[in-house]
């Protein structure tokens, strides 16, 4: 009897030390989400399958369910939004399309289409309002790339010389929006998985001690804060290996580090909830980090593709498959 109670004080111990849990907000929607886009502790949007889009003024608590009209079917993989007015959405698949909405979502405007054979975009980022990027797949050996500086109203590619080149089997995987991240104010950075899974920063390429090799591995998600960069991913048809799932530099790539306890599988998400404070998460699982990312507690067992902390306030959600959307608590 007093092993038992024993155990039970040391799981209530274990609880109240980490001190988080996640509230299930909504799982009302046979949608699978990706996309999200906090913008403060109240304002969220979602975007995912079967054309959907979500928007939140109130921290979750109620939903406005939307579909962009002609486009039911498509599959809405990253959201960036700005207030509750503006967002931008972007479609994977080809022909390429990416859309605007400037009155909060009551229409959106198709502001770019790409119809290149082959195309298949991944992510976007904004450094502010005006400034963003958006990642493909790599076209005829090349990593697609376009920028926006007017808030993502019109798209334009790079100099011919300027695109990143691939290797046979290397992509970018669309899991969560966020294979791509700041650099600094002006640059950015990213990473691939495939058969050769890397860390692209200007021109240098870094080989990731990740999971590697097949089509199904590699990372799938950066985070930057300050000097620290943290990588995830793994092999999202073994979602609970946790061998070569995370790593993490603090000098730009020039050495990694894996943590000496790792996420509890693979992760296609991670954001940084401050300068030590880390949660991802995956189909296997939610984890959080409070020293920087080098040892892992799992706090869920549910399946999210992607979470993200409110640009402007501390709240943190997260949104993936059976339309499920939560809030982490501490």
Partial sequence: MKARWLGIVLIVLQTSVWGQTLLLLDSSRNVSFRGLSVVNNKTIWVSGSNGTVGKSLDGGKTWNWMQVKGYEQSDFRDIEAFDEHTAVLMATGSPARIFKTSNGGASWKLVSSDRTDGMFLDAMYFWNEQSGIVVGDPIHGSIYIRRTFDGGSTWRGLPAHAYPTSANGEV??????????????????????????????????????????????????????????????????????????????????????????????????????????????????????????????????????????????????????????????D
């Fill in 172 to 329: 970018l995987f669309a899991a969560s929006g966020t294979n791509i991240t700041h650099y600094n104010r002006r640059e950015a950075l990213f990473v691939t998985g495939g058969t050769v899974s890397r860390l692209f920063i200007r021109n240098l390429k870094h080989t990731l001690p990740v999971q590697q090799g097949t089509s199904t591995t590699g990372a799938n998600s950066i985070a930057v804060c300050k000097k620290r960069i943290l990588i995830v991913g793994g092999d999202f048809t073994n979602d609970t290996l946790r061998t070569g799932t995370c790593v993490f530099t603090t000098d730009f790539g020039k050495t990694f580090q894996t943590p000496q306890t790792p996420p509890f599988g693979y992760r296609s998400c991670v954001a940084f909830q401050s300068k030590k404070r880390l949660i991802a998460c995956g189909t296997s699982g939610v984890d959080v980090s409070r020293d920087g990312g080098n040892n892992w507690i799992n706090v869920s067992r549910q399946s999210f593709h992607v979470v993200q902390k409110a640009k402007k306030g501390n709240a943190v959600y997260m949104a993936g498959p059976g339309g499920k959307i939560a809030k982490l608590m």
